[in-house]
């Protein structure tokens, strides 16, 4: 079998935007950290792909893939991520026009939660106002969910699709003395195993790009919420419309449906479809900020780790899904450079 078209299109882009080196701002310009030229790891990554894609071919089913595939790609690539990345599988937050080190990136994914935690004004300096039981809906690995639980002596439950994700968040909340504090395991988001008004702190970074159905996913965040709770949604997001426009341009719907085919996300929606959403459900202190300009340099840096030997070498043992999320990174990138992607951090509160 033919490489796929979605694989095709994103090799033609990772190979064109990493050998001209476009994609990196200057001021952020990282060196390399190995010999391998981008053009090989190209070429290399992409035999691979095809490799896999005969041997397995894709199987299309509307109605059941988008959950599966979610879970086998996170079973498929967490591992990787975190033997390069470390345990905090989201975005980095960076100061406007910074220059930054490849060391500076895991904390970076630090300030984003401690900046999540401000902007949805937590108030860090009054103990007795800290949350108590915390769900982190979306959970990755854990790592929001230790580092919560442990900043605020709070109880703290991560659901993910994943099987292999849950097991390996629960064997490091163990390794870190947590297990009394910190659970994980493998639920809906859309259909959360937890009763009404359960947590004072509903926390989802970076998950919601996954959800199907957007008023399914912030009804169930609102629904676990006990009263007066916070709730944060870090999320990525395409553009806002303007007031003449009821759809994105062609070429931007094209650009999108790429990155989805490979990352395994249904539609998107813009930041303003969200703060519609949690309007319609009443809740309150609604505000909402593109963090575009403060998370610049981390799919740059990602490629970048991709591109070391130690990227390298993981990516050929991993499997199909993993490698074509690699080959379609250079399309966010492309994304956020013409304005269409954006990140974005919506919060608000439920009323009491």
């Known amino acids: 079998m033919a490489l796929s078209a979605t694989t095709t299109i994103a090799f033609k882009t990772v190979n064109t935007q990493i050998c001209s080196r476009n994609f990196l701002p ?38 059941g893939v988008l959950k599966k595939g979610i879970a086998e790609f996170y079973d498929e690539s967490s591992g990787i ?25 895991r904390a970076a994914q630090i300030r984003m939660i401690e900046q999540a935690l401000r902007f ?22 854990g790592g929001s969910s230790r580092y919560l639980s ?53 926390w989802s970074m970076e998950s919601g790009e996954h959800m199907p159905d957007k008023a399914k996913f912030v009804s169930e965040l609102a629904r676990v919420a006990a009263p007066g709770a916070t709730i944060i949604i870090v999320t990525w997001c395409h553009r806002d419309l303007g007031p003449d426009e009821e759809s994105l341009k062609p070429w931007e719907e094209k650009h999108l449906k790429k990155i989805c085919d490979a990352f395994y996300l249904p539609a ?60 379609a990174m250079p399309l966010m990138i492309e994304g956020f450079k013409k304005d269409l992607i954006k990140f974005a951090i919506i919060t608000c509160r439920k009323p009491e």
Not at 27 to 37: G, I, V
Not at 120 to 139: F, H, N, Q, T, Y
């Open 268 to 327: 998107w929606c813009s930041t303003a479809d969200y703060v519609k959403l949690l309007e319609s459900l009443s809740l309150q202190d609604i505000k909402s900020e593109d963090w575009s300009p403060y998370v610049a340099p981390f799919w740059p840096a990602v490629i970048r780790s991709a591109l070391s030997w130690k990227g390298l070498t993981s990516l050929l043992r991993s499997g199909l899904k993993t490698i074509k999320g690699a080959l």
């Open 26 to 63: 200057p001021q952020r310009h990282l060196p390399f950290s190995s010999s391998l030229s981008s053009s090989s790891f190209v070429r290399t990554v992409s035999a691979r792909a095809m490799e896999l894609e005969r041997k397995n071919p894709p199987v299309i089913d509307e109605n």
């Open 150 to 202: 442990q900043k605020f002596g709070a109880t703290a439950v991560g659901i993910t699709l994943s099987p292999v994700q849950a097991q390996r968040a629960n064997a490091l909340a163990a390794s870190q003395g947590l297990a009394n504090k910190v659970s994980f395991q493998v639920a809906d988001a859309l259909d959360q195993p937890f009763s009404d008004g359960q947590f004072d702190l509903v």
């Open 81 to 105: 991520w975190e033997n390069i990345w470390g345990d905090h599988m989201h975005h980095g937050f960076y100061p406007p026009d910074s220059t930054v080190s490849l060391s500076d990136h």
């Open 120 to 141: 949805a004004s937590i108030p860090l300096e009054d103990e007795r106002k800290w949350p108590k039981k915390i769900v982190d809906v979306g959970c990755g690995i």
